[in-house]
């Protein structure tokens, strides 16, 4: 899928996407512990840009925790809904190959299921691209779906609109994220619950390395 794609996909969908996935976290305990953490590592550090925001659940999340985050998302017509819950947190429309971030000003990204939506070849690129706005010190937490090669659906969310996305094994997203110059810390990998979509979820937990 191409960015334009993938925006006019969630665009289509968004209405119902946010219906369905706003409240998820609270159903996701493993989720939560996760973004808990990250909470904690940024909390009085500064700001986590939260990519592929969606409706901005995640980002959310995370503002309940006492963090300022800031939602990114390709498709203008999901910045639009987390605009609509939540009308004074930030919510920018951007590429994550190309964010409108500088170097280093973000406590921590955290990027789940956006990955997912690149091809494989523009994974180093993605997350070496999230790793710059980072400050040393500061926190990488991605989740992907794991697994060997891509998927293929020609419906979402009962829209008739074409979806691919692209499966990461643990080793790979290490790698790529240890090339970009951050540690990894824990690399997760558990089983979906019975509400979700029936792969295998990856998170990588990192932390950005110190200037050299």
Do not use: N, W
């Not at 665009?11 to 706003?22: K, L, N």
């Not at 901005?56 to 995370?62: C, D, Q, S």
């Not at 290490?174 to 619950?193: D, I, L, M, N």
Request: net charge neutral; hydrophobic share 45%; glycine share 8%.
């Amino acid at each position: 899928m191409d960015v334009g794609d993938v925006a006019e996909v969630y665009g289509q969908v968004a209405g119902r996407y946010t219906a369905t996935f706003f409240d998820e976290l609270d159903r996701k305990p493993d989720d939560r512990r996760l973004l808990d953490d990250v909470a904690t590592a940024c909390r009085s550090r500064g700001p986590v840009l939260d990519v592929g925001c969606g409706p901005g659940h995640v980002a959310a999340y995370l503002r309940r925790q006492g963090v300022a985050a800031v939602g990114v998302d390709l498709a203008p017509a999901m910045a639009a809904a987390g605009r609509r819950r939540d009308p004074v947190a930030p919510f920018v429309v951007a590429d994550l190959r190309r964010l409108p971030v500088a170097d280093g000003v973000m406590a921590g990204v955290v990027a789940f299921y956006s990955l997912i939506h690149l091809p494989r070849t523009a994974l180093p690129t993605a997350v070496r691209e999230l790793r710059r706005t980072v400050r040393p010190r500061g926190v990488l937490l991605l989740a992907v779906h794991a697994g060997v090669g891509s998927v293929h659906a020609d419906a979402f969310l009962g829209e008739p609109v074409a979806v691919d996305a692209t499966l990461y094994r643990a080793e790979e997203l290490s790698a790529a994220v240890e090339a970009a110059g951050c540690a990894v810390e824990h690399v997760v990998e558990r089983p979906p619950y019975g509400f979700e979509h029936p792969t295998t979820r990856l998170y990588v937990r990192a932390t950005v390395a110190e200037a050299p």
